[in-house]
């Protein structure tokens, strides 16, 4: 019985140290928190400062050169347009003529009479009930 009683300081010290470790994790959070938050708000002030900044002494500089500039960058999107195209339409065409010479020498027709047979017979079966009669036959044995 003396193990089962506990006196009223022990009760009170027990309960205080539980529930202080609670309140110390949500002061650790909240410190964490505020530390991480504050450093990516100085990080983001002076990133919005620096564009500021390149933007100002850019600004001149870009309505200067702006007649040669847009020409240019005009020039250069077609150029990379160009380029993308032709390699797209050269992709096409290898794709093309390996189908027409798979087709040609037989390698490709044969699995595409394969499956073109296996769609029929499956389209016959399903239009003449043929998938019905498996399974009546199953539940019958």
Do not use: C
């Not at 564009?51 to 702006?66: D, G, K, N, R």
Request: net charge positive; hydrophobic share 45%; proline share 3%.
């Amino acid at each position: 019985m003396a193990d089962q009683t506990r006196t009223h300081l022990e009760m009170i010290s027990r309960d205080s140290t539980q529930e202080s470790h609670p309140k110390e994790r949500q002061m650790v959070k909240a410190a964490t928190a505020v530390t991480a938050g504050g450093s990516l708000l100085v990080l983001s002030g002076l990133t919005l400062a620096g564009t500021v900044i390149a933007l100002t002494v850019a600004t001149p500089l870009l309505v200067i050169f702006s007649p040669v500039l847009v020409p240019a960058v005009i020039t250069v999107a077609l150029i990379i347009t160009g380029f993308l195209a032709s390699g797209g339409f050269g992709i096409a065409a290898i794709t093309a003529f390996s189908w027409v010479y798979r087709h040609l020498t037989g390698s490709g027709s044969e699995k595409i009479e394969n499956a073109r047979m296996k769609v029929g017979s499956r389209v016959q079966d399903t239009k003449y009930g043929q998938h019905n009669i498996g399974v009546q036959h199953q539940q019958a044995s």
